[in-house]
């Protein structure tokens, strides 16, 4: 089946400090999804993102499908950034499809 | 703005117990679907649900488990008989036609003792 790599798997930051995050993909997909689970467990979603860029105030992502990555920008990261960063590459077979996620990235933004 | 919403936030239960875990999905969505993440690990799937049907299960979704739509607004997961190892947090997810942006509730966790 599709492997779905996230990096790196933890990620320490200062307050104010900006980073990326990797997601790479093993074949082919139809869609791409960035959610943030924070500590409560809680799934929010980020960007719905099968190519190209988009932003959304301190958060920006980018997809390149032929080369089967995506990436997630954090600008000037916040205490409430914490928690766990996952991409979900979506399948669609036969009339079915599903969300298959990555492991994730853990942030931790320090005051 | 609309948000899918699961009830209980917290079950928990004894091992050989039956558990109904409650989702409203979002109300013009039409395709459903459950997931679940054990404590520490990835989010999976278990099962997709469409013109009141199953379209496709995992592995994981076993005999054990079943999905129904009852109302027309409810979407439930029953697990018959639950094990130590069903213990997880488990979302529901809905998605409209238009696009294949799935939008995911807060979800349930279900301890199983």
């Known amino acids: 089946g599709i492997q779905v790599e996230q990096s790196p798997p933890d990620l320490i930051l200062q307050e104010g400090a900006n980073s990326t995050l990797r997601c790479n993909f093993s074949?082919?997909?139809?869609?791409l999804q960035w959610f943030h689970q924070n500590p409560w467990g809680q799934l929010i979603n980020l960007f719905y993102i099968p190519s190209g860029t988009k932003q959304n105030g301190r958060l920006s992502a980018t997809t390149v499908a032929t080369e089967r990555y995506s990436l997630l920008y954090i600008s000037s990261s916040q205490t409430t950034d914490s928690g766990v960063y996952f991409c979900?590459?979506?399948?669609?077979?036969?009339?079915?499809?599903?969300?298959?996620f990555g492991k994730g990235t853990k942030l931790t933004v320090n005051p | 703005e609309p948000e899918v919403t699961q009830t209980p936030s917290h079950q928990v239960t004894q091992m050989g117990q039956e558990v109904i875990l409650r989702c409203v999905p979002i109300s013009n969505h039409l395709y459903f679907y459950w997931y679940r993440q054990i404590l520490g690990q990835k989010v999976e799937f278990l099962v997709s649900f469409y013109n009141n049907e199953i379209s496709e299960k995992s592995e994981i979704f076993d005999d054990q488990f079943s999905v129904e739509r009852p109302d027309g607004s409810n979407f439930t997961l029953k697990i018959r008989s639950t094990k130590l190892e069903d213990s997880a947090m488990y979302f529901c997810?809905?998605?409209?036609?238009?696009?294949?942006?799935?939008?995911f509730g807060p979800g349930t966790r279900l301890t199983v003792t």
């Open positions: 074949d082919s997909v139809n869609n």
């Open positions: 979900a590459v979506l399948l669609s077979q036969g009339g079915s499809e599903k969300l298959v």
């Open positions: 997810a809905s998605r409209g036609g238009s696009t294949a942006e799935q939008y």
